[in-house]
């Protein structure tokens, strides 16, 4: 079948005939809900024509968590052709088509679609006058498992992993024999094979992930045993949030293919890394790159404001690019995670770091406090509208640091602002901060306070479980 990297669409004329090339029999059509879940519904090729992929199709907007109620639940998924894919998994020939959420009685795009969301924010940066396209380069990290076990019944409550490469697994007895090759606490990064037992698993993902369309650049163990990352390439805002949706349907589809299971949860193991997601970030206009200048590390005014912007704005960032109680075991000292709001170059332990690059089209800033269980639409955009609004108020993120910030000393670490300590925190942070994406109607306020409503949920129940090490530490208090 061919795939995706070869098929250019430009209308519905050019879909159908796809279909009746590629002898395709489902057309599924693929959107993203506001906790940045991938969800379909599926028609049979009898029923695509020209005027359904032009019209759109129908759907239960109340059966979405934080979108519609009972008494107003229809809504429409609109294809965007732009963004086609067939699937590498399904056994019936299918295509899958991203698209976006409207409003059937108005015929405007939803206000709490992430993917339309997006696209404003996208269209806001040639509205600005600023510039005309963002890029951004995510790099989301995962970690491959063999078997999770998890109760969260009232009298049971506990979770249990195993991987190949877990040092846990040093001294079982396996039927084939153990080889004792393992990387140590701490000791994933860029080790050869055999240690490296995920290359080949890895290696499939990416060439899957290339035959979906996606540009590809590399793949690599991470620090921590069963911890991987693979590389994209940069882009605009919209396609690399499509992007990296197709990437962790990719991972987990083809993790599931070898009788295994991976996960983007930002902190499975406890006292090891978790997983983080750097997002590098630049603004062009007239095929020039804006952040390339004579000031610090080579860059321009512009870009410093944009940083400022981010640090300025990152506590109500990290409700959107941080948005889960787990999110908060990651973002603590010592394990890479940046969590002081500093911009350096180099420095990994600085949240805004600017990379080593050869040429001015290389300048950007990597932010590196966000983790790969954010919804990359919502995530993508905040990002950008926190960065706009530093330039546009011209704010300074005062002076670099280019010291090991997780040295400094408890005076002068009380001196450096930091990301927030829990998801409850994030979501205060932003009901108090949020006029810079509401700016051009990006996001709106009825979309932040019923995120925040949502995510509060999640945050009640996390607060009001009984958790095992309570039992350890005050059971016989």
């Not at 049971?156 to 080889?179: A, C, R, T, V």
């Not at 978790?274 to 590390?297: I, N, T």
């Not at 994030?426 to 995120?451: C, P, R």
Request: hydrophobic content about 35%.
């Amino acid at each position: 079948m061919t795939t995706s990297k070869t098929v250019k669409i430009k209308n519905a004329s050019d879909f159908m005939k796809l279909c009746d090339s590629e002898n395709i029999e489902y057309v599924d059509f693929w959107f993203t809900d506001l906790k940045g879940r991938l969800q379909h519904t599926a028609q049979h090729i009898s029923t695509i024509d020209k005027d359904l992929m032009k019209d759109g199709i129908y759907f239960d907007g109340s059966s979405i968590s934080g979108w519609k109620a009972i008494n107003e639940s229809d809504m429409n998924l609109i294809p965007d052709l732009n963004k086609v894919v067939v699937d590498p998994f399904a056994v019936q020939p299918t295509i899958k088509v991203f698209c976006d959420v409207f409003e059937p009685s108005t015929d405007e795009a939803y206000d709490r679609d992430p993917r339309s969301i997006a696209k404003k924010a996208e269209a806001y940066v040639q509205k600005s006058g600023v510039a005309e396209t963002a890029s951004f380069g995510p790099e989301a990290e995962f970690f491959i498992f063999e078997d999770v076990r998890v109760s969260t019944h009232p009298h049971k409550m506990g979770y249990q992993l195993d991987g190949e490469e877990g040092i846990y697994n040093s001294d079982k007895e396996l039927p084939s024999g153990n080889m004792g090759h393992r990387p140590g606490h701490k000791g994933g990064y860029f080790p050869d094979a055999p240690i490296d037992a995920l290359s080949d698993i890895r290696a499939e993902m990416l060439s899957v992930l290339a035959d979906t369309g996606v540009e590809v650049e590399k793949h690599h163990h991470e620090v921590a045993p069963s911890q991987c990352e693979l590389g994209i390439k940069h882009g605009g805002l919209v396609e690399c949030a499509d992007n990296i949706q197709l990437y962790k349907y990719v991972v987990k589809n083809v993790a599931h293919s070898y009788g295994r299971t991976a996960t983007f949860m930002p902190k499975p193991v406890y006292g090891d890394n978790g997983s983080g997601m750097h997002v590098h970030q630049s603004l062009w206009k007239g095929g020039k790159p804006l952040f390339a200048g004579d000031k610090y590390a080579g860059l321009s005014d512009m870009c410093l404001y944009y940083i400022g912007g981010i640090i300025k704005h990152a506590r109500a960032l990290n409700a959107f690019t941080n948005p889960t109680t787990n999110s908060y075991k990651r973002l603590v000292p010592g394990y890479e995670a940046p969590v002081l709001l500093a911009y350096s170059a180099r420095n990994r332990s600085a949240s805004c770091r600017i990379p080593m690059a050869k040429g001015e089209k290389a300048k950007r800033v990597e932010v590196r406090f966000p983790d790969p269980s954010a919804n990359p639409y919502l995530a993508f955009s905040a990002l950008l509208m926190a960065g706009l609004d530093g330039i546009e108020n011209k704010i300074h993120p005062g002076e670099a640091m280019d010291s090991n910030l997780y040295e400094l000393s408890k005076e002068d670490l009380l001196k450096v602002p930091h990301v927030c300590r829990s998801l409850r925190e994030a979501l205060e942070s932003l009901q108090s901060d949020h006029d810079f994406l509401i700016k051009g109607d990006v996001f709106t306020k009825d979309m932040i306070e019923n995120y925040i409503d949502l995510k509060m949920e999640e945050v009640e129940r996390y607060e009001t479980t009984t958790h095992p090490v309570e039992f350890d530490m005050y059971y016989a208090c």
